[in-house]
């Protein structure tokens, strides 16, 4: 029996040592699962902590676009580039960074971390500006537009060129001059007269809504189209079709393509390159005309040579010189003088025949015929260009943007201060604007004190930040920050004189909205980028007027160096005098030009924004485009 208790013994602490193996083990297991259960945990809620930085880092960058519709990329991440707080866990935080990658997208690196748990991930976002009046043609598409009038004067060229390849008359990588002739001179209403009038030449074309007058040698490479009468004088030369839908009369000059109307048309030594035809009737005194005459009334010519024949319905007289192409006459047809000679006596009239000496045989068949066998070609008649005319390319609404409802619409009532810059350092004080606030770099008695801040607001349709001022008086400086738009709003007169000037930085712009006059004198200087629109496509320097006084509204004159300036003043004069030129676009109530400067349309103003649309623009903002998520390890060391 000892022997048999002492075997019992010894089985039943083999087995209690076995379960406590078994015991130990599985406590052993449990804590191995638990610490890797929490570890899980942790850094699940430090992968949730990581997310909801970049959460919150998007939430600010819509706020800051919010309140700033088209705030640059390089301004928001300045102003938002770091981004902390904590979660509703204990010890839960992330801590985000946004910065701009090698690409130019924004890049949002958020590290979450919960106790001794560590996240971090990346997003991805490409940033999009937002901006209104992109959606349509730009009013800003032609050089000079006068509603009731244009009056151009001096010996300046008007031309066109495409900023976007750089500055007027640069040499292009082709070796070619940074210059067109894409420029258009333009009036709207049926009173809108234009006068050229000078030694300079305008490089495209000309169409005007009431009467056109070029004289003194005012040079016009293009088309020329009145609307009502058409005179050239004074040795014009024309490059190509001259058109009016009331008469055309010519004295001296060239016209290289063909001239055409629907009343008279009298060419006086002139030179034509193409046809002349008229529904009214024709005289065509010297010179040659290289192509055919067509009328429905009474063709004189006196001493000149036509190429290509003589078609019309009503009378014809000859006074010397040669038609070669033949002569078709429904009426009756006269020779006034010995040498009026048809070449190969290829006459067919249906009239009575009156003739010299020289040519009794005219009086008789096979030249007298019956009407039946004359057949005159159709005359298209000179089409009265409208806004809705298919070959119209200028003329449209005077004011399409409505500018007056447009500038009230951001008007305030409340009174806003005056601005004037003062010149009593020794440069002059300086006043640096940025998008959203302003501040004197320079200041020996300037106002107002302090920074001065705008405000938020929508004109033409898109979201915007503005300054508000009463009246504006720079004899001092002023610059606009790099990478920055700003827009300033005057109730009142900006006046710019003196030794003062604006500075406009490369992609930078400065829009100026005005209810009162704007003149920039003399002697103050602009100084604008070579590219006149930003990589956000508003032009650098645009002025939008409200004016409708007697007096002229918008006023450039004088300077060193040419500056560059969309204009958009539909209800008031807008008046360029300068020696050194003028870069941009001008829409006025009458415009007038003057001095050796002359005009330079740029043509990449076609694709403006910011109110360069006729029927406004979709006032988007900015905003952020997803791209792709980034996740980075993060070595752990946890003892």
């Not at 004088?558 to 560059?564: H, K, V």
Request: aromatic letters at 8%; proline letters at 2%; a negative charge.
């Amino acid at each position: 029996m000892k022997n048999t208790s002492g075997f019992t013994l010894v089985t039943v602490l083999i087995l209690t040592s076995m379960a406590s193996i078994v015991v130990l083990s599985t406590l052993r297991d449990s804590v191995i699962q638990e610490r890797l259960s929490g570890n899980f945990q942790k850094k699940l809620n430090a992968r949730l902590m990581s997310e909801k930085g970049v959460f919150s880092s998007m939430e600010k960058l819509e706020t800051a676009m919010l309140a700033d519709p088209t705030i640059n990329i390089n301004d928001l991440i300045a102003r938002n580039s770091e981004v902390s707080g904590t979660g509703s866990l204990e010890s839960s935080i992330y801590n985000a960074t946004i910065e701009i990658d090698s690409n130019g997208d924004i890049l949002i690196s958020s590290e979450g971390t919960r106790f001794e748990g560590e996240d971090q991930m990346q997003a991805i976002f490409e940033y999009v500006v937002g901006g209104g009046g992109t959606t349509s043609a730009s009013v800003f598409s032609n050089g000079i537009t006068g509603c009731s009038g244009v009056a151009i004067s001096g010996s300046g060229l008007i031309d066109s060129y495409d900023s976007s390849l750089g500055d007027y008359n640069d040499t292009l990588d082709d070796g070619s001059k940074n210059t067109s002739e894409e420029s258009f001179v333009n009036t709207v209403n049926d009173t809108g007269d234009i006068t050229l009038n000078g030694s300079g030449t305008i490089e495209g074309d000309v169409l005007s809504s009431s009467n056109l007058s070029i004289i003194q040698g005012a040079d016009v490479t293009g088309n020329i189209h009145s609307n009502g009468n058409l005179i050239l004088s004074g040795g014009v030369v024309i490059g190509g079709d001259a058109s009016a839908y009331l008469s055309f009369t010519q004295s001296s000059g060239t016209v290289s393509g063909s001239i055409s109307a629907n009343q008279s048309i009298s060419i006086q030594q002139t030179p034509v390159g193409g046809d002349v035809s008229s529904s009214g009737s024709i005289s065509v005194t010297g010179n040659t005309v290289q192509g055919t005459i067509r009328s429905y009334g009474l063709v004189a010519l006196t001493q000149t040579i036509i190429r290509n024949g003589v078609y019309t319905s009503g009378n014809y007289e000859q006074t010397g010189g040669t038609v070669y192409g033949g002569v078709r006459v429904q009426g009756n047809v006269t020779l006034k003088q010995w040498g009026s000679t048809i070449d190969s006596k290829d006459l067919r009239y249906a009239g009575n025949g009156s003739f010299k000496d020289d040519t009794p045989e005219y009086a008789f068949l096979p030249y007298k015929v019956s009407s039946t066998e004359i057949s005159i070609p159709t005359i298209e008649p000179v089409e009265k260009i409208t806004p809705e005319s298919e070959n119209n390319r200028g003329l449209t609404t005077c004011d399409p943007l409505d500018i007056k409802t447009a500038i009230d619409g951001v008007s305030v009532t409340t009174t806003s201060p005056d601005l004037f810059i003062n010149n009593n350092s020794s440069a002059g004080d300086l006043l640096e604007l940025e998008t959203n606030e302003a501040n004197f770099l320079v200041d020996f008695g300037s106002t107002p004190d302090g920074t001065i801040n705008a405000k938020a607001a929508t004109f033409l349709d898109s979201a915007t930040q503005i300054f508000y001022f009463d009246d504006v008086t720079i004899k001092g400086r002023m610059q606009v920050k790099s990478n920055h738009n700003a827009v300033m709003f005057v109730d009142g007169d900006f006046t710019m004189n003196g030794a003062s000037s604006l500075t406009i930085p490369d992609n930078s712009s400065l829009t100026i909205i005005i209810k009162g006059k704007f003149q920039i004198g003399s002697g103050a200087q602009v100084h604008t980028p070579d590219n006149g629109i930003t990589d956000e496509g508003r032009p650098v320097f645009s002025i939008y007027s409200s004016y409708n006084g007697n007096d002229t509204g918008i006023e450039f004159s004088g300077g060193t160096q040419e500056l560059y300036a969309v204009i958009y003043a539909p209800l008031t004069q807008v008046k360029v005098t300068s020696a050194v030129g003028f870069k941009g676009s001008i829409l006025g109530d009458t415009v007038i030009v003057s001095g050796a400067g002359g005009i330079h349309f740029d043509t990449a103003l076609n694709e403006a924004s910011f109110g360069g649309s006729s029927s406004g623009g979709n006032g988007s903002t900015s905003k952020l485009v997803f791209k792709g998520w980034r996740f980075t390890s993060i070595e752990q060391s946890n003892e």
